[in-house]
C-alpha cells in the first residue's frame, strides 16, 4: 500500500523558516519523480516545486523561487521543502506528490494528506 506522509507544518512568524518533510513507502522511491504543491482556502491548488528522481534537477514556482529549496534522500524514502522567509500569503496547506510514467504512457501518481503551513504574527 501506498503512502506519503508529510510533516513539519506550523504556526511560523512572518519572516520565518520551516523544513516540511515527506515520507514515503510502499513505493520504489529512486523512481518517482517528487513535488510539493500546496492550496490556500479558496484558491487552486499551486506547483511549489519538483524534483527528479535522482535529485539533479529542480524546478520552483516564481511565487516560492529563491526562498524555497527542495531536496531529496533516496536512501531514507524522503522529499523535504526548505521554506525562508516565509510571508503570511505563503499559508496553505503543502502536500507532496510522487509521480512516475510507467509502460505504456500510464501515469503512476500519488498525494499525501498534507500539512498546514500558517504564517502570521
Known amino acids: 500500500q501506498v503512502q506519503l506522509v508529510e510533516s513539519g507544518g506550523g504556526l511560523v512568524q512572518p519572516g520565518g523558516s520551516l523544513r516540511l518533510s515527506c515520507l514515503a513507502s510502499g513505493v520504489t522511491f529512486s523512481t518517482y519523480a517528487m513535488s510539493w504543491y500546496r492550496q490556500a482556502p479558496r484558491k487552486e491548488r499551486e506547483l511549489v516545486a519538483t524534483?527528479?528522481?535522482?535529485?539533479?534537477?529542480?524546478n520552483y514556482a516564481d511565487s516560492l523561487k529563491g526562498r524555497c529549496t527542495i531536496s531529496r534522500d533516496n536512501a531514507k524514502n524522503t522529499v523535504y521543502l526548505q521554506m525562508n522567509s516565509l510571508h503570511p500569503e505563503d499559508t496553505a496547506v503543502y502536500s507532496c506528490?510522487?509521480?512516475?510514467?510507467?509502460?505504456?504512457?500510464?501515469?503512476?501518481?500519488?498525494w499525501g494528506p498534507g500539512t498546514q503551513v500558517t504564517v502570521s504574527s
Open positions: 524534483i527528479t528522481t535522482g535529485g539533479g534537477i529542480t
Open positions: 506528490q510522487a509521480a512516475r510514467q510507467g509502460s505504456g504512457g500510464l501515469i503512476y501518481s500519488y
